[in-house]
């Protein structure tokens, strides 16, 4: 991490940093990594207008504007420190992070952990003044006895049921790590509830788009959804200069997921739970569904957290509402 | 499409929406007009899914509470005592725990929706354990009940609201018939929680909940086969209580000053002088009755 070499190449290729100009501030470029996802590509045209954007994945990106820039490299790549090297990234936001289940462990464990440490390291190696982590509010994990607001505090259990996780507990360990190695890189990790959205699918967003849902009889805990756009709207507030820490992200509120289903109109299968978990893990191993059994702890427990840290730090406030959130995931909108 | 969006503030449909509006009715029945114009004074904070932040729904407890309150009314013909004592804003209501159910606590809650001025909703801290049971957990979210950590007491105590304490857990709940209003061993957590937040504790006395389940004798290795705090052997068998007549006390209100994280010995002086307050309006309750069912 001594990297003092490095330092006479980067003030040469940095022009004369003047704290008064507010110019100074835009002259650097705010690398995205993982900006092909669909909320990557949400965060990216909310940025773009304002902001220089550097965009890393290894997955092309469709409906790339013309002046955006996009490297195409794997972040596990050496090559991936030259967009550091050149100089002129004022921030970054890491939210290359995979969350495949079916892929083998080894696979996005090296991607998520390693990829992580690497980005991170060449920040502060360059000097980058702001690092933007996007972890998840998954990290808590659903469980009985869970404060129904958990804070940024809590310990992160997620991996004691569901071990396929971990590299996600271990992505938001590290960024925290390197927050309190690096007092001088002004580091945020965001911990946003379940996103959801027009563009969005992962778990939550799929099985809300599910006709006939399974649902746990007799359980039907508190969930909490945030808007893609309400997500990428707390990174953009991340980026403001001052701030650093932890912070959970929670969308318009608190609401029972039978109220959701509902909503959206689905007829859910109330499944009684000793049986369900069995059922699941059998058909998951048969590729017949997308969600691994440990997810049915979401349809039986609070994982549900206080996002009163961003309202105050971040001056966060979603601008969906509760019902506009739950009907992002319907088609037309 | 307005009314699409509204359709689930009206009554759900279907079977569940029959039973949940004819318990309503129950409810209105047993209580009255008084208990209705009380109902409309409690205006929890709830979002466009009628429910408050931690899952409470006032319409849905309406109904709910149709049993408790027949319970209540009709079969353990509560009479409370001092509760215009119950202070404003967030308190800590601190009480003894009989009768191997839990009524107590339900009895105690009842007295507060139906007889304190301004009726109060109480919320009670519920077994970590509670959230794993199908059905159970989600009837007592909706009505209110939390999962008992210090957080969420933390919580509802900044938000004003009256929680329900049994120091004694099931260690009061379950003990023996010769035992019977002998306070047993207090947890500290609350005189912490209390000193931490601030907030008044009201000593709270129910007799007649001990003579609803006498617990002639604890079965404890069937118990520990099926999991159980305890297996009591009662007259009756265990879900069915006799028809005792129960009588609240409310205490006054007792303030305390010091370190939350202070030493046990020193938390454990300030509980002895609730348990001591409790245990005195007990003597007198017990005392002062002409009979155990009337």
């Known amino acids: 991490m001594s990297s003092g070499e490095e330092i006479p190449d980067f003030t040469v290729e940095e022009a004369p940093f003047d704290d008064e100009a507010p110019v100074a501030l835009h002259a650097g470029g705010v690398v995205i990594t993982g900006i092909s996802g669909n909320l990557g590509r949400t965060l990216a045209k909310l940025l773009h207008k304002s902001e220089r954007v550097i965009g890393i994945d290894r997955r092309p990106m469709r409906g790339k504007p013309k002046d ?34 079916r892929l083998p462990a080894r696979e996005h464990h090296t991607f998520n952990v390693l990829g992580t440490h690497l980005v991170l390291d060449y920040c502060a190696r360059y000097h980058v003044p702001k690092v933007v982590v996007l972890s998840s509010a998954s990290v808590y994990g659903p469980h009985p006895d869970n404060d129904n607001f958990l804070t940024e505090d809590s310990p992160l259990m997620a991996a004691s049921r569901f071990a396929e996780v971990r590299d996600l507990i271990e992505v938001d360990m590290y960024a925290q790590q390197f927050m309190w190695r690096h007092p001088e890189v002004e580091t945020v990790v965001l911990r946003p509830v379940h996103i959801v959205g027009p563009d969005i699918k992962n778990a939550p967003a799929n099985y809300l788009r599910l006709a006939h849902p399974w649902t746990l009889a007799g359980f039907d805990p508190m969930v909490q959804l945030i808007h893609q756009e309400d997500a990428c709207r707390a990174m953009q507030a991340a980026l403001k200069p001052g701030v650093r820490g932890v912070f959970n992200v929670v969308g318009p509120g608190e609401v029972p997921l039978s109220a959701v289903l509902r909503e959206l109109n689905r007829s859910s299968i109330p499944m009684p739970h000793p049986i369900a978990r069995g059922l699941l893990h059998k058909l998951w191993q048969y590729h017949l569904v997308s969600f691994p059994a440990p997810e049915l702890d979401y349809l039986q427990f609070l994982c549900t957290v206080d996002g009163s840290r961003a309202r105050k730090d971040l001056e966060f406030k979603p601008a969906f509402t509760l019902r506009e959130t739950i009907r992002s995931v319907l088609p037309s909108g | ?165 049994f120091p004694e857990g099931v260690r009061g709940l ?63 068998g265990l879900p069915i209580p006799l028809p005792t007549k129960y009588r609240v006390f409310f205490g006054e209100p007792m303030r305390f000053a010091g370190d939350a994280n202070g030493e046990d010995a020193e938390l454990q002086r300030k509980v002895r002088q609730v348990k001591d307050a409790i245990q005195s309006m007990l003597r007198t309750g017990v005392a002062q009755r002409q009979h155990v069912f009337w």
Not at chain 1, 72 to 93: M, P, Q, S, T, W
Not at chain 2, 158 to 163: L, Q
Not at chain 2, 198 to 224: F, R
Request: net charge positive; with cysteine.
């Open chain 1, 68 to 101: 955006l820039e996009v490297h195409l490299i794997d972040i596990r790549r050496k090559k991936v420190e030259d967009v550091f090297r050149r100089g002129h990234v004022r921030a970054l936001i890491h939210m290359g992070i995979m969350h495949d289940p």
């Open chain 2, 174 to 236: 379950n003990k023996t018939w010769e035992h019977r209003y002998q306070l047993q061993e207090f947890g500290l957590g609350f005189m912490r929680l209390a000193l931490e937040t601030n907030t008044p504790i009201v000593p709270v006395a129910v007799v007649g909940a001990e003579e609803q389940a006498p617990n002639l004798y604890d079965l404890k290795p069937l118990a520990k086969l099926i999991g159980f705090p305890s297996f009591p052997v009662t007259p009756t």
């Open chain 2, 1 to 165: 499409m307005a009314g699409q969006l509204t359709r689930y503030q009206e009554q759900p449909r279907g079977i569940l929406g029959r039973v949940k509006g004819a318990m309503q009715s129950w409810t209105l029945k047993l209580g009255g007009n008084e208990l209705e114009q009380r109902l409309n004074r409690i205006a929890p904070p709830q979002n466009e899914y009628g429910v408050d932040p931690f899952g409470f729904d006032l319409d849905f407890s309406k109904a709910a509470i149709a049993p408790v309150l027949w319970l209540y009314k009709k079969y353990f013909r509560v009479e409370t005592h001092g509760i215009e004592k119950i202070p404003a804003g967030r308190v800590l209501l601190i009480a003894n725990h009989s009768g191997q159910l839990p009524l107590d606590g339900a009895m105690i809650a009842m007295a507060m929706l139906c007889e304190a001025d301004p009726p109060r909703v109480v919320r009670s801290m519920v077994e970590k354990w509670v959230p794993t049971l199908p059905f159970v957990s989600t009837i007592l979210a909706r009505a209110g009940q939390v999962v008992g950590t210090p957080e969420n007491c933390r919580r509802l105590l900044a938000a004003g609201e009256a929680i329900q304490v």
